[in-house]
């Protein structure tokens, strides 16, 4: 019999083998791909939203009240188990791209392009890789540290996979690829402008600032926020309103931002914008992850954020739209909103051209104001501090005075407060107040169900306890 | 010159006058039928030969001679013996088969208002399971003995004259000379690698010697909903939504004012359906002579469905010819072309835009009866209440319209040498074209239901193969007891499918113009895909007789198929099957009531090879494209994210049958016993992998289920001889059959069935049948607080009228490990009866099918958000002032899976009940007409079931979610007038 007439090639379906030969974009589109994962559905929408905000006191569940959105009830009055199905999402959202950023930084050192190009998509990779990780270690606490493509028929592989590195292993792998990034990637400037989005320099430092600060590594904290305030690639957007509009995306503000398309064909931050819109009468949404009273209650008067932050209803946006005072929910995110008359957009209300801006200059001011002031320089920690209110002043005289306290303590509570109002809904409220030691006093505050010694951390997810037939180890307290 | 004869048909059994014989002038439609006392008067021309022939009897040749007056026996039709059934590669006398082999008539099948001749099949043979759907053009769900497999596709293999195809609904039912179907393993095997799931053979039509007939048949009726739920009217349903509210918040603001919630009370089942309305036009001219004989047909079946807006037709051709070169020689070809057109109802391609329009009926059920179809300006109704979209609206937005042209065909030549030997070489080709677009335009009725900007989405499927089956087959007999058959063959096929895809945005409304140069030409999108497969196999068949006692088969296909690794592309398929003719035996002849006695055992191996094609490659993902650049540019995202298994092959199922067949009462009944039991093990499945190897949806394919049905079939016949113009003749048989998922290696229970709204309902888990439900056990209701707070193990949020569910493991927490098996939606018993008599000129005939066992998911009713209609009988709910114990207080919280939802899937039909009248003899005759017959019919007119849904026939997308009611399209009631004329 002939054998060749059973051979068939695969039909319009690359073999890696002939994709990495033959095509002069194999590097870049691999990167490419790791990026793309971070506006899956399952990566930095619903869940993460949900995990992030709604678990915190900035955002309450929202919606109707039969309308669970799965568990994020659950998350909004902390009854949530291994099983609520947000654990698994973010989790699985992350070792997929986690899985891409291998598959790139084990493919790219082979493949034979100019090293110019090459050190850049390996510093993106390994940034990419970096955050990966840091939302992971801050979720779960020590994840399973998979940093090579694992191959499902290798039992060492399937072993390893099962085993949780320790949360500060997991921070030194952290650290590692953004040392990395920070000595192979060029400042955003330095970018031609259609990449621009691509990971910069600068928010490698202002990432490895960050975990730094998770760590209380307040030297490195300050060094690096230093350097990237100095490095003059950043500055603050006048009007806070407007950084969320299109017309700020990867602007002057703007460290790192994943990156929505908005017309054909769509690639934006699956369901970002729909998943929070308002609900109800002339709604746009299903109205989850709706701003707190008490978010609400935590601005000063004249603070521009608040208008900037949340969409109260009854009233007019920016844009002109009319929120219905028969809106099912008093509040939502103003941060998630895309005018649909000022802004591209194709009608997808699923993917939109929202960017969701996860590292912006202000944050860098904040750390580096916290960073001073944990280390005694009170005076460099007020100037920074300043700088962030000034502009959230908008311009009005007598509201958002200086700060001018120089006690560490007091400052330090200041600080706090103002990444709080600065920050919200950045996805980053629940980690910020687990990370300041404080989160059971705050939540008991307000009457939340949190455990102290439970709840800093999210359960494991279940349903990966079980497919490692009970070797991953479950977080204290689930 | 003609001379007149007459004469008398008498039973040769009895010596009573048979009444009803036709007797018929050979090679002519000239003819008559013998009257009540068998007496006959006939003018023939000289020379003439007279054909006596009448159900049940068989039939006899008289040359007339010189003959005036001429006197026939009739034996009893010692059909049993003589009756013969495809097999593949080859036909073999009934009495022959040692597999488990059932034949259908076309005629019963034609009987049926149906589209493709599946449908037709319910009830009509044991083993077989139909699941039809309501929806106008599409095909039903075909069981043989079981679900063997998980993924792979469970549907059987069709034959149509030797061609090889998954999908019949281009065959015109009339055109059907019989179906027969393979059930076991000694029958199937000689199918391999594609044969597990049992394989249907379709046998058309061919043209007789003699003179042209022409035949007419046709019929028109309405089709009708088989059952409608009772909804809830306006003052029901704004009380129960307004209590539902008032137990999250007693002073919340009501969302329905009782006072003017019921002025509008819109009954939305009937808002989107209609009467639909069926035809069917078959002509058929069939003739020939030594030389050649010719069949070509032509057919048009149109049905408009109930639900508004779907519509389907078909438009059927066939020519079917032979060609006798020389008496050893023959040429032939069978050539069938179909084109389909249909209107919100699907084309079979998955890849081609789809149509959502189904999803009107969950819409229809769950919308408000508060809501107006169009308020007073002609705007449509909605609420924004709920988040459903008014039903009407979308099928009014909806356009969806797929057509489809399929040719099919095969050119054979069939050479005898040396009497013996007898050569085929049969070249099978199909071309199949299918387009379809859906375009949404813009609109607004509410904020979930709008389009802020109108696309147009069309694909192309483009399919063809070859197959090309030479067989050679030896047929000899030995000293008078030894028959030997032996066959041998090879067989090559290609198949090649492209599918294109192609969408743009702002295209103009109108229908004429839905092309895609009206739209955006900056907003194209496309894409295309396509497979190749290539198969060889080589195949081999020994049948032995000794005696018309003791029979052997021996099967085996050796099936090599570019679908697998190069280490895994062959395998061998072999079967062996033996019978034993009690009957025959000189020591039990004649001394035992049966007529005939045949017991007979079998065992083989056969495959399924239904994964698609390279599934063993790692290939590239691409279209991960993401935006970089101030203007949101694309730049190419690709790698790899899914993972392989390199060594993936085909499921094996592994059968034995075992089988007792017998004719009793002068072969008047006949009947069949099987026990039967298949294993398929290599059952692909797709694997659950930690999500930290990154796999895109965190499993692989990969071979590690184990599945078992096994059960016993039944069937009976019984079928007298005409006595004084009547006859009449009962079927029954039935099947009961027990799956069993046996093994998974290292793999998790795959949950499915999931609704919409976080719940999932099905769980395909070791030791229980594919897609179980699984679900939470419901234990009364919470009558008081007091009982909720002395209740540990309770859902979040439980308020008082709420269900208690059974903490199973009494661990004080209501999660998945209370959750329990409940049973599939697999039946453990079916059955058909089928029967019929003729009384001079009437005909009656009636089938039947019932269910039992099975159970289905309500799942339209437990899929909620919040303020949606309910059923009227939750009139009856928990209030504190009506402590039910069963039907559970208003609410608007997500309804959790349980078994409250779960329901009998049990159910009797009356599929079709036929009355016809032919017109007597003499009359037409002298119209030039051979035969005249009215008819009127009536499909599922009476439907007796258990499940308070719509329809307890829901196969589901696959295995693991079948049984559940979501956006299904109800199966309906037909009835129908009918003609039926031959020239």
């Keep these: 019999c002939s054998q060749s007439f059973l051979d068939v090639p695969p039909q319009g379906q690359q073999t890696p083998t002939d994709f990495f030969s033959s095509n002069a974009d194999a590097a870049t589109s691999l990167v490419n791909a790791v990026y793309a994962k971070m506006v899956d559905w399952n990566f930095h929408s619903f869940s993460w939203n949900g995990i992030t905000s709604i678990a915190s006191d900035d955002a309450d569940k929202g919606s109707s009240p039969g309308d669970t959105g799965t568990d994020k009830d659950q998350l909004d009055n902390f009854s949530f188990t291994p099983s609520s199905i947000s654990f698994n999402e973010v989790w699985g959202g992350h070792y997929e791209a986690i899985a891409r950023a291998n598959q790139a930084l084990d493919n790219l050192p082979a493949l034979s392009i100019n090293d110019t190009l090459k050190n850049r998509l390996i510093g993106e990779a390994s940034f990419l890789r970096a955050y990966f990780y840091f939302n992971l270690v801050r979720a779960f606490g020590g994840v399973p540290l998979i940093t090579k493509v694992a191959d499902p028929t290798s039992q060492s592989d399937i072993q390893n996979g099962r085993v949780r590195s320790t949360a500060a292993q997991v921070y030194a792998q952290i650290e590692t690829d953004l040392n990395t990034a920070i000595a192979n990637l060029p400042e955003k400037s330095q970018y031609n402008a259609a990449d621009l989005g691509r990971v910069s320099k600068g928010a490698a430092k202002t990432l490895l600032a960050k975990v730094s600060m998770y760590q209380k590594k307040w030297d490195v904290v300050l060094r690096l926020t230093d350097e990237v305030i100095a490095s003059g690639q950043y500055s603050l957007l006048p009007n806070y309103g407007e950084l969320w509009r299109e017309s700020s995306e990867n602007g002057v503000e703007s460290i790192f931002e994943i990156q929505g398309r908005g017309v054909t064909p769509n690639k934006g931050v699956q369901g970002y914008f729909e998943s929070q819109g308002a609900r109800g009468e002339n709604g746009w949404g299903w109205g989850f992850n709706t701003p707190s009273e008490d978010l609400a209650k935590a601005y000063e008067t004249g603070d521009t954020r608040r208008t900037g932050t949340i969409i109260e209803r009854g009233t007019t946006l920016w844009d002109g739209r009319v929120v219905s005072p028969n809106a099912e929910n008093p509040r939502y995110n103003y941060k998630a909103y895309v005018s649909f008359t000022r802004e591209t957009n194709n009608g997808n209300t699923w993917e939109t051209g929202k960017n969701v801006r996860v590292l912006r200059y202000a944050e860098v001011l904040l750390m580096n104001a916290e960073a001073a002031n944990e280390l005694g320089q009170s005076a460099k920690a007020l100037t920074a501090l300043n700088r962030v209110r000034a502009r959230a002043r908008g311009g009005a005289t007598g509201v958002l005075p200086d700060l001018t306290s120089t006690v560490q303590t007091n400052l330090r509570q200041a600080i706090w407060r103002e990444r709080r109002v600065e920050l919200a809904f950045e996805h980053d409220r629940y980690f910020d107040l687990v990370r300041q030691g404080r989160a059971a006093e705050v939540y008991r505050a307000l009457g939340k169900n949190f455990v102290a010694g439970k709840h800093e951390l999210f359960p494991i997810p279940q349903p990966q306890i079980q497919l490692s037939g009970g070797q991953l180890t479950q977080n204290p307290g689930y | ?983």
């Design chain 2, 1 to 983: 010159q003609d001379q007149q004869v007459t004469g008398r048909v008498v039973s040769k059994t009895d010596g009573q006058g048979l009444p009803g014989v036709s007797v018929l002038v050979k090679g002519t439609t000239t003819g008559t039928a013998t009257d009540v006392n068998g007496n006959f008067g006939l003018n023939v021309p000289s020379g003439a030969v007279l054909q006596f022939s009448m159900i049940g009897m068989t039939s006899q040749e008289v040359p007339v001679g010189n003959q005036t007056v001429i006197n026939v026996q009739l034996a009893d039709d010692a059909r049993a013996l003589e009756e013969v059934v495809v097999v593949g590669y080859g036909t073999q006398r009934k009495i022959d088969v040692t597999g488990s082999v059932a034949q259908v008539k076309g005629e019963e099948l034609a009987r049926q208002p149906v589209l493709s001749a599946t449908q037709a099949l319910q009830s009509k043979v044991s083993g077989v399971q139909i699941i039809n759907s309501g929806a106008p053009g599409q095909a039903p769900v075909v069981r043989i003995r079981g679900t063997g497999t998980l993924l792979g596709g469970a549907d059987p293999l069709y034959v149509v004259d030797g061609i090889i195809t998954e999908d019949i609904r281009n065959i015109n039912t009339a055109d059907i000379t019989s179906v027969d179907v393979l059930k076991d393993a000694s029958a199937t095997a000689i199918y391999g690698v594609r044969a597990a799931n049992g394989v249907v053979l379709i046998t058309t039509r061919r043209g007789k010697t003699g003179a042209p007939s022409v035949t007419y048949d046709g019929y028109v009726g309405i089709r009708t909903p088989a059952y409608r739920v009772r909804m809830a009217d306006s003052e029901l349903f704004a009380a129960y939504s307004n209590e539902a509210v008032r137990y999250d918040n007693p002073t919340a603001p009501l969302p329905f004012d009782p006072a003017t919630a019921t002025a509008t009370n819109t009954d939305w089942f009937k808002a989107i359906t209609r009467t639909g309305f069926q035809q069917n036009h078959a002509l058929s001219v069939s003739g020939g002579t030594d030389r050649s004989t010719y069949l070509f047909s032509a057919g048009y079946f149109t049905e408009k469905g109930i639900l508004k807006g779907s519509d389907y037709n078909r438009l059927t051709l066939r020519l079917n010819n032979e060609y006798t070169l020389t008496p050893a020689f023959k040429l032939g070809h069978n050539l069938s072309l179909a084109n389909d057109n249909s209107n919100l109802t699907g084309t079979s391609d998955p890849a081609l835009p789809s149509t959502a329009a189904f999803s009107a009926f969950t819409n229809a059920y769950k919308q408000a009866p508060t809501v107006p179809v169009r308020n007073a300006d002609g705007s449509y109704g909605f609420t924004s209440r709920n988040n459903v979209a008014n039903p009407v609206a979308q099928l009014d937005y909806t356009n969806y319209r797929s057509r489809g042209l399929r040719l099919q065909g095969s050119f054979y030549g069939n050479l005898t040498v040396f009497k013996k030997v007898t050569l085929l070489s049969n070249f099978g080709i199909e071309s199949n074209g299918s387009r379809a677009y859906t375009y949404n335009p813009v609109y607004q009725v509410s904020a979930n239901q709008r389009n802020l900007i109108s696309a147009l989405n069309t694909g192309r499927s483009n399919s063809a193969r070859w197959l090309w089956t030479n067989t050679a087959e030896y047929n000899s007999t030995f000293a008078e007891k030894h028959t030997v058959k032996i066959l041998a063959g090879y067989v090559a096929e290609r198949f090649q499918d492209n599918i294109l895809s192609a969408a743009r945005q702002d295209v103009p409304p109108q229908s004429n113009y839905f092309y895609l140069n009206t739209g955006n030409a900056s907003t194209a999108t496309n894409s295309e895909s396509g497979s190749i497969q290539t198969r060889q196999s080589y195949i081999g068949r020994v049948n032995y007789n000794y005696s018309d006692r003791y029979l052997l088969t021996a099967t085996a296909r050796y099936d090599g198929s570019s679908k697998f690794p190069t280490n895994n592309r062959w395998g061998f398929f072999p079967s062996v099957g033996v019978g034993w003719v009690l009957s025959e035996e000189p020591f039990l002849r004649g001394k035992t009531p049966f007529d005939q006695l045949k017991a007979r055992v079998s065992w083989g191996k056969t495959g399924n090879d239904r994964i698609s094609p390279s599934a063993f490659l790692y290939t590239i993902a691409s279209g991960l494209d993401y935006a970089f650049g101030a203007n949101q540019t694309l730049q190419q995202g690709r790698t790899i994210t899914n993972l392989i298994d390199p060594n993936l092959r085909w499921e094996v199922t592994t059968g034995t049958d075992i089988g007792l067949e017998f004719a009793l009462a002068r072969n008047r009944l006949t009947g069949e016993f099987t026990y039967y039991n298949k294993r398929t093990t290599d059952a692909l499945f797709t694997r659950p992998i930690d999500a930290i190897f990154g796999d895109v949806d965190g499993s692989y394919l990969t071979n590690a289920a184990s599945v078992r049905n096994r059960g016993f079939e039944f069937a009976l016949n019984w079928r007298n001889n005409a006595t004084n113009g009547f006859s009449y003749n009962v079927g029954v048989n039935a099947t009961i059959n027990r799956n069993q998922l046996e093994d998974v290696q290292g793999g998790l229970p795959i949950n499915e069935g999931g609704l919409g709204n976080g719940q999932f309902t099905t769980r395909t888990a070791v030791g229980q049948p594919i897609g179980s439900f699984w679900v939470w056990q419901t234990d009364g209701i919470f009558q008081t607080q007091e009982e909720v707070n002395n209740t540990r193990a309770k859902v979040q949020g439980t308020k008082p009228g709420d269900f208690r569910y059974v903490d199973q493991n009494g661990d004080g927490v209501i999660d998945d490990n209370d959750r329990v098996f409940v049973g599939s939606y697999q039946p453990k018993l079916y059955f058909g009866v089928n029967g019929g008599f003729t009384y001079r000129n009437f005909d009656f005939s009636t089938d039947w099918y019932a269910n039992f066992g099975n159970k289905v998911y309500n799942g339209k009713k437990a899929q909620r958000f919040g303020n949606e209609n309910i059923e009227a009988s939750r009139a009856d709910r928990w209030t504190p002032a009506n402590p039910s114990t069963t039907e559970p207080r208003a609410s608007n919280a997500v309804p959790i899976a349980s078994t409250y939802y779960v329901e009998s899937g049990s159910f009797f039909r009356v599929n079709n009940v036929t009355l016809g009248y032919t017109l007597p003899r003499e009359l037409v005759s002298s119209l030039k007409v051979s035969r005249v017959r009215f008819y009127v019919t009536a499909q599922n007119a009476l439907t007796i079931k258990a499940f308070s849904g719509y329809t307890p026939e829901l196969p589901g997308s696959n295995p693991l979610n079948a049984g559940i009611e979501l956006s299904t399209y109800p199966v309906t009631s037909a009835y129908l007038a009918g003609l039926n004329i031959g020239f």
